[in-house]
């Protein structure tokens, strides 16, 4: 079991259609936020099978001032962890879209790994968004590697990745390579 999350918008679902080859999982670039929910997608990787939980709408709940996410969220997450995921969480995936850190995602990364898995399960993070990153993606994270630690955040792995193949052109997609290398990583790192 691998529980994908983050933000709205970072990539989640575009992760599980990469890494399954196909458009199992719905995504959206709508302006309005999804609501809290989770679905489960098989997915096979190197003859090994997966099951990816992508959770979408965590932060989209009307706060008090305080609270780190909505209260229902935690309780349907907290069920999620220590109920329905009878043979326990094997990985988080931190998602995370490029290039700021910004106060949800902070919260996310501190409910999950603080509070619901109580840094007992491995941690990871895939961050998105760098098709245009100078020399590579991975030079993103030699940039700011050091300003996740000054929030307190650490990981076992870490994967620079683009989720999105680019325009169509006449013999493909504009960023068919970087995309075929983001799958490659991804797939390494989980």
Not at 12 to 34: C, E, F, H, Q, Y
Not at 63 to 75: A, E, Q, S
């Amino acid at each position: 079991n691998v529980l994908l999350f983050g933000s709205s918008g970072c990539g989640k679902s575009s992760i599980i259609n990469m890494l399954s080859n196909g458009d199992v999982a719905l995504t959206s670039s709508a302006a309005a936020p999804s609501i809290f929910n989770v679905k489960k997608y098989e997915v096979s990787l190197n003859g090994k099978l997966y099951s990816f939980h992508d959770i979408t709408g965590l932060n989209n709940g009307k706060l008090n001032k305080g609270d780190l996410v909505d209260h229902d969220c935690i309780r349907k997450l907290s069920n999620l962890v220590h109920t329905e995921l009878q043979d326990g969480i094997s990985l988080l995936v931190f998602c995370l879209r490029a290039p700021r850190i910004t106060e949800i995602a902070q919260k996310n990364y501190y409910v999950f790994y603080e509070v619901l898995c109580q840094r007992k399960i491995p941690i990871v993070i895939i961050v998105t968004g760098l098709e245009d990153e100078e020399p590579d993606m991975e030079s993103w994270w030699t940039k700011n590697k050091g300003i996740f630690a000054s929030y307190k955040m650490w990981f076992q792995g870490h994967a620079c990745v683009t989720t999105t193949k680019g325009k169509k052109t006449t013999t493909g997609f504009k960023k068919q390579e970087e995309y075929e290398l983001s799958r490659e990583i991804i797939q390494n790192l989980i």
